[in-house]
Each structure stands twice: as structure tokens, then as C-alpha cells.
């Protein structure tokens, strides 16, 4: 294997650094069974996520062993490599080394319907994050600023700010299509075709018009088929089976045009028939699926708010730990869709906040027997979980630690019931971390004094438990 090139340039531009970091690629590779072995490559913030062939030649103790890796996990029919902020440097340098077969990942497949449906969330909403929280984090700045009357909602800096921001929620359709292309193996720029088509000014002006008029918002294209016109602007689970029925439609449409003629009418045709059948029936139908699941989260929450963020919470690192936080993403963005609020968010930000809270513990037990190196190292860990970025954390430091995991996991249940009873929310999708708590202004001042004391009590709790319960000596 000679990885020589990167998206940035050539790593034998400088003899020392680069090429240290070129043996610790060859080495993930090596730990992962060879190129040969390696089915697929994506990333989310912090984890390179790697599809193999076969996993039982993933050799745990070689990955853990590279320079930059924080961690590794063996879950979800994944092999997740922990790097943390440089990720996207490592994915671009080890972009293109999936050599394996396509038929060998699709055997590989075969009867994992919750590990398949985990890698897919993960490999569509891990890429799509920053953007929306960025996004988000601005929504959420607006909001602090004017409930503190540095800036008027009615200037033009407001005006404008606010309309870029709610846009790229407004689009969300669009950049969940683009990354949901990339995991059902489909042209990204055909999927963006069908989910602009979904959000067609034209088509939303035209139900406008007919509803104004006292007709249902309904065509009738082709003399037979009906296209009921809804508004999809912000909905992720129809831009996601419109992306899926293209991935099914494309091969089809393939198969019956003539080679000299798939440049010209393969696009048209994948795209013209797949935005009728996603119009006509699969978007209305995701419409539904998404109501269903906002109301089954809303009756839980209704049932008992108490228990519902005792449990969110309970197992909120855990599910970091394997990899499946991303799962919660979707509902989330659903429930900010349907009813303008969420819940579940602030828990994530508790369950960040407990992980600090245990990992600056276990450094205040060992701090007079750790080497100074190992000292800065869990000092940082815990700095880092509290800005937002948990996984060195947790894999540096709590994992050897499992009384510590627990007691992080149980405050972050604690804390997380009594957040969900008093109505802890955010009005957008934010990162988790402090810089956030501006954010919650934009449901009023109690809602933020509420998600302070929620983060400082956290703290806390996860602080005194670890001390009370965990010794130096155990892990």
C-alpha cells in the first residue's frame, strides 16, 4: 500500500511530521485487515466509521495503538475509530482506500436490520451536524441578544441573520439528501434535483393559491396520478425515502436506456419518475411516518416526563459509547419540525456536562500519582467534554473506569428527569456544550436560568458521585 496523496497535497513534503503521520494511516490500515478488507469510509465529528468485509480481522489492540487515536469501538456492524477535531484530516487522507468489493459489503449486510438502520442514521446525520448547528448556535445567539435588549428584533442585522439561518433549516431536506446519497450509493446531484423538487416555490405557491380558493391542494398529473401539495421545507424522513426509492429507480431506469443514450435520458428519467412517485406517495407517506413518531415521543412525554428524561439520560453515554448518539438526531430536528421545541437536547448537553464532571474527578483522586503528561491529558479530556466533544473522555479516561461511566450516566438521569419536568427546551438544533446556554434565551429568561443550574447541578452531581464512589485503584 503507498498512500502518497491527500486532499491537501503529498505527505513526503516534509520528512518528519508528515511522515509520521503517513505510518499511522498505514498502520489503521494494517489494524483494519488491509484495503482489501475495507468496504466503506465515512465520518461524523470526531469517528472515522469504517465498513469491513470482515470484521473479525479488525485487531483492536493495533488501532488503539496509533498516535491520534482516542479510541475504538466494535459495534453496529462498524469498526469506529475515536480521533476527535482532526477527523476530517485523517478521513481525507484515508479517502479512496475502501477497496473492497461491492458484492462483499452487500453479503455482509444480510440480516442486521438494527445495525444496518444505525449505520445509515449515523452515515446521514454525522456529516450534516456542523451545518445545522452552526446554524442553529446563530438562531439561538439572535434570540440572547434580543431578550437582552442588545439589539432590536426589528433591525435589519436581526432580519438578516435570522433569514440565513432559518434557511438552511428550511433546506435541511437538501443537505440530509446529499448525505443520504452518499450511503445508498447514488449520484448526490440527482438527489439534490429530487429534494429541490419537494420544495418547488411553484408547487407551494400554487397549494397556497388553491387553498385560498376552497379546493384541496391537490394535482392531477397525466390525467391519473395525484400529487397532493404539502409544504416538506425542513422535513428529514421524506427526503430520506425519496433518496432511497432513486437508489432503487436509477438501476431500473439504467437497465432499459441504451448505452450511446444513459448520458442524456438515464438523469432525466431517474429524476422525472422518481420526483413523481416521491410526490405522489412517498413524501405524504414520510409526512405521516414523521407525525407518528412526534407523537409517540409527545405521548411519552406525557405519560410520564419525569421517567422519559430519567431514562434519555440514563443512557445518554452510553449510547456515545457505541456510536449511536446520531440516532436521536432525527427526532430532535422532528420535534423542533412539528412543534417548535425540543426536550431531548438539553439532556445531550447534560450528558456532556456529567462526563466532565466524572473525568475532572478521577484527575482530582490521581492528581498527586499521575505523571504530569497523564495529568494534562485528563484535565483536557474533561475541558473538552464540557466545550462539547466527549469521546477522549470517554475513552480515555471513563471506560477504564466503569463505576465512574455509571455514576456519569446515572446524574445525567437525575438531572435529565427533573429537566424534562420543569421544561427545559431549545427552539433550534445547537451543539451541546456551555457556549450553547445563550441559546435557551430564546424561550425566555426562566428557560435559561432553568438550563444553567440544569448544567452546573449536573456537574456537581457527577463529581461528588465519582469521588464518593470510584477509587484510584479500580478499573
Known amino acids: 500500500m503507498q498512500l502518497t496523496e491527500t486532499n491537501g497535497g503529498t505527505f513526503s513534503a516534509s520528512p518528519g511530521k508528515e511522515n509520521s503521520f503517513e505510518q499511522n494511516l498505514q498502520q489503521i490500515v494494517q489494524g483494519l485487515g488491509g484495503e482489501e478488507n475495507i468496504a466503506n469510509i465515512t465520518h461524523c ?3 472515522l466509521r469504517f465498513k469491513l468485509v470482515d470484521e473479525s480481522k479488525a485487531d483492536k489492540t493495533i488501532l488503539e495503538s496509533v498516535k491520534g487515536v482516542k479510541g475504538v469501538v ?4 462498524q469498526t469506529q475509530v475515536i480521533i476527535g477535531v482532526d477527523v476530517e484530516k485523517w478521513y481525507n487522507a484515508l479517502s479512496g482506500k475502501a477497496a473492497a468489493t461491492e458484492e462483499a459489503e452487500i453479503e455482509q449486510e444480510k440480516g442486521k436490520l438494527f445495525q444496518n438502520a444505525m449505520r445509515i442514521v449515523a452515515g446521514i446525520f454525522g456529516p450534516v451536524v456542523p451545518a445545522i448547528a452552526g446554524a442553529g448556535m446563530l438562531m439561538g445567539l439572535l434570540s440572547g441578544l434580543i431578550a437582552t435588549n442588545v439589539i432590536p428584533e426589528s433591525s435589519d442585522t436581526v432580519f438578516f441573520f435570522r433569514s440565513i439561518s432559518t434557511a438552511v433549516f428550511f433546506f435541511l431536506p437538501m443537505l440530509v439528501s446529499f448525505s443520504a446519497a452518499k450511503v445508498f450509493k447514488v449520484n448526490e446531484y440527482i438527489a439534490l434535483a429530487v429534494s429541490s423538487a419537494m420544495l418547488s416555490p411553484a408547487l407551494i405557491d400554487k ?4 387553498k385560498d380558493a376552497g379546493a384541496d391542494p391537490t394535482l392531477t398529473v397525466l390525467g391519473a396520478v395525484p400529487i397532493e401539495l404539502m409544504g416538506y421545507g425542513g422535513a428529514i424522513v421524506p427526503a430520506i425515502l425519496a433518496v432511497w426509492v432513486l437508489s432503487k429507480i436509477t438501476p431500473l431506469v439504467d437497465k432499459l436506456v441504451p448505452s450511446s443514450a444513459k448520458p442524456v435520458f438515464t438523469p432525466l428519467l431517474a429524476f422525472t419518475v422518481t420526483s413523481t412517485v416521491v410526490l405522489s406517495f412517498v ?14 415521543v409527545s ?4 405519560i410520564s416526563p419525569t421517567l422519559t428524561g430519567f431514562i434519555f439520560g440514563l443512557t445518554r453515554p452510553i449510547t456515545i459509547v457505541f456510536g449511536i448518539h446520531h440516532s436521536m438526531t432525527p427526532i430532535s430536528l422532528n420535534n423542533f419540525a412539528l412543534y417548535g421545541k425540543d426536550l431531548l437536547m438539553p439532556i445531550m448537553c447534560l450528558g456532556n456536562i456529567a462526563i466532565a464532571g466524572a473525568t475532572l474527578a478521577i484527575w482530582y483522586k490521581q492528581r498527586k500519582t499521575l505523571s504530569k503528561e497523564q495529568s494534562s491529558v485528563t484535565v483536557g479530556s474533561g475541558v473538552t467534554a464540557i466545550l462539547g466533544i466527549t469521546e477522549p473522555a470517554l475513552f480515555g479516561v471513563l471506560t477504564k473506569y466503569t463505576k465512574a461511566l455509571f455514576t456519569a450516566s446515572l446524574a445525567t438521569g437525575i438531572v435529565g428527569a427533573i429537566s424534562v419536568t420543569i421544561d427545559t427546551h431549545l427552539t ?3 451543539l451541546s456544550s456551555v457556549f450553547s446556554l445563550p441559546a435557551y434565551l430564546a424561550a425566555g429568561t426562566q428557560n435559561f436560568i432553568q438550563a444553567v443550574m440544569g448544567v452546573l447541578g449536573v456537574f456537581a452531581l457527577s463529581f461528588v458521585m465519582t469521588m464518593a464512589v470510584v477509587k484510584s485503584t479500580d478499573k
Do not use: D, H, K
Open 207 to 210: 397549494a397556497a393559491a388553491l
Open 74 to 77: 466494535l459495534a453496529q456492524g
Open 428 to 430: 433550534s438544533y445547537i
Open 45 to 47: 465529528m470526531t469517528r
Open 283 to 296: 413524501a405524504p407517506a414520510g409526512m405521516w411516518l414523521s407525525n407518528g413518531a412526534g407523537w409517540v
Open 299 to 302: 405521548s411519552l412525554l406525557e
